[in-house]
């Protein structure tokens, strides 16, 4: 991110890893793109949301002062902190340029602007990383121009068939075109890829400096070796030894900076999108939570699926941290905050070493107390709705990180080696976190069933987890979580998992009959992402990722809690 656009943002966001096979593309000069810019709007009026309208979207965010206790970190590792936190602001320059190469100039153009509500409209343009509004399906509210499926990874006229005629007609160009490393731009009338090293090269060669130089900084040997890996990836777009180093990673400091989640691009969910987690752990909290990766072998043996549709191809001694988030940059800052990450999204790295999983506790912390908890009152009949327990929001979050690295990933068709994210396209991110929600679901009660979480809390387990889907259907069931929520919610619903209580207008859930339909969804879902099956899995979806007039009532009767919250984090410790 740009250091006079984005410095006075400190807040963080949302994700989990999808997963991309992409290899890096060989570099290929910019060029430019005359259409990826929208119509020319000097001497217009420019329309915008009206004050109210501002108002209720300003609200949706609680703002919380996150205040995480750093005291036992050392001078050395407080400095090595601060010069990653001027990473996370350059990784923030290049997502909000990602999002749209117009967003520096539309902020500019209010800036200077005597526009009615300026103030208002550039903090809702900060906290979104635009002028479309992410919790309503990226409506804008500055402006009128719709914001492109692709976002800015492809030109903002070209249509899918367009990509998929040219690489039929230029099969040599198919690995650069799908990386989840370049972007496409036009050349006359040739669609070219260009290396991200070259596109945001304004802003990854900075951002390299500063890695080295907090390698420099510290004696942590690992630590040192993946900055220095990843100030070279930032360079060539080879990220695959420096995934392998973040693995490796020990001490107090935990980072994940670079190109990771593929959201953003919603028209084939390809690209990769730039962001920076500043963490720190709490090795106790940490301690407590690690057992669970020595039972992953168990857990994706103990899928309901036939054995084709397992995966022990994985590494299984995934890492896990539990964490507390004191800064962020890129696709970590804008609108809904991540409550955890599973990552790297490289299928290579996961064969090799598995997947790590961070819980970043305070965020997810503020979420409970601010949000979940007092939902419960308006989803849940009285009865049910005291059941909801902070532990099982936080064991549903790392579960659902754990299940990202079970199910198919990697897999077969037609006799060519392929993943599941290159087969379902946009389509993927949508079933892969509602996979991960309901097998998190599934294997929480398989480890009730083993005595390693009480049985006795299984009712208070179900109620969070139920409760909790409704706070990602608020998101947008557009949005990966949020339609993900909404299969589930769907599917459960044919299981008669719950039932409407029309005299007071919340659920009443079946707890033996959610239990049962847990696992028929899990089944059901990992057999549609095993498949591969890019027509299958959007029938799937057309069927349930839907919600019936209960579910919006509910989720309308919530306009009192915030949706999510701003973190606001101190620019230096």
Not at 170 to 182: I, L
Not at 453 to 470: C, D, I, M, R
Request: proline residues 5%.
């Amino acid at each position: 991110m740009k250091l006079l656009l984005i410095a006075s943002l400190a807040v963080m966001t949302v994700a989990c890893g999808g997963e991309t096979t992409s290899t890096p593309p060989a570099p290929t000069a910019p060029v430019e793109d005359s259409a990826a810019a929208p119509d020319e709007q000097e001497n217009q009026a420019i329309p915008a949301a009206s004050a109210d309208a501002l108002g209720v979207m300003r609200d949706q965010f609680a703002i919380v002062e996150m205040t995480p206790d750093t005291s036992f970190l050392s001078a050395e590792e407080r400095a090595v902190i601060n010069k990653l936190n001027e990473v996370g602001v350059l990784m923030s320059e290049i997502y909000l340029r990602q999002r749209s190469e117009m967003n520096p100039d539309w902020r500019e153009e209010i800036a200077s602007s005597d526009i009615a509500n300026k103030t208002l409209l550039l903090d809702l343009f900060d906290l979104h990383f635009g002028p479309w509004d992410t919790l309503d399906h990226n409506k804008p509210f500055y402006g009128d121009a719709a914001m492109p499926e692709g976002a800015a990874f492809y030109p903002a006229d070209m249509t899918k068939e367009e990509f998929e005629s040219w690489i039929s007609a230029h099969p040599e160009d198919k690995v650069a075109f799908t990386s989840g490393y370049t972007v496409i731009r036009r050349d006359g009338d040739r669609l070219v890829a260009i290396a991200y090293s070259d596109h945001y090269r304004e802003w990854l060669e900075p951002a390299a400096a500063l890695m080295r130089e907090a390698a420099e900084m510290t004696t942590n040997e690992s630590l040192k070796r993946f900055l220095s890996l990843r100030a070279d990836s930032f360079l060539n777009d080879d990220y695959f030894e420096s995934e392998m180093a973040w693995m490796d990673l020990e001490g107090p400091i935990e980072a994940a900076i670079g190109p990771y989640e593929v959201y953003t691009d919603g028209m084939f969910g390809y690209k990769t999108a730039f962001e920076a987690f500043i963490t720190v752990k709490n090795p106790e909290e940490s301690a407590a939570l690690a057992k669970y990766k020595d039972f992953l072998r168990d857990m994706e043996a103990n899928l309901p699926v036939d054995e084709s549709y397992k995966n022990f191809k994985r590494g299984f001694e995934s890492p896990i941290a539990a964490a507390y988030q004191v800064h962020g940059g890129g696709d970590n800052v804008p609108g809904v905050q991540t409550i955890a990450f599973n990552l790297p999204n490289d299928e290579r790295v996961r064969e090799a070493k598995g997947a790590k999983k961070v819980i970043l506790n305070n965020v997810l912390g503020a979420k409970f107390d601010r949000i979940l908890n007092p939902m419960a009152e308006a989803v849940l009949v009285e009865e049910q709705a005291g059941l909801l327990v902070k532990k099982y929001m936080t064991n549903e979050t790392l579960f659902h990180e754990l299940a990202h690295s079970l199910g198919p990933g990697s897999i077969t068709k037609d006799g060519e080696e392929t993943s599941v994210s290159a087969e379902l396209k946009e389509l993927y991110t949508k079933t892969e976190e509602g996979k991960a929600d309901v097998m998190g679901a599934y294997n929480i009660l398989y480890m009730m069933e083993r005595g390693e979480l009480p049985a006795a809390e299984k009712e208070s387990f179900l109620a969070t987890y139920f409760v909790g889907l409704f706070r990602a259907m608020r998101f947008g069931i557009n949005e990966a979580h949020g339609g993900g929520a909404a299969f589930q919610y769907s599917y459960f619903k044919e299981a008669g998992a719950f039932e409407w209580d029309g005299d007071a207008e919340k659920f009443r859930i079946n707890f033996a009959k959610l239990e049962q339909a847990i696992s028929d969804l899990t089944r059901d879902i990992v057999i549609v992402q095993g498949d591969g099956d890019y027509d299958k899995a959007k029938a799937f979806l057309d069927e349930y990722a839907k919600l019936d007039a209960n579910a919006e009532h509910i989720i309308a009767s919530l306009t009192y809690l915030p949706v999510d919250i701003q973190p606001v984090y101190v620019d230096a410790l």
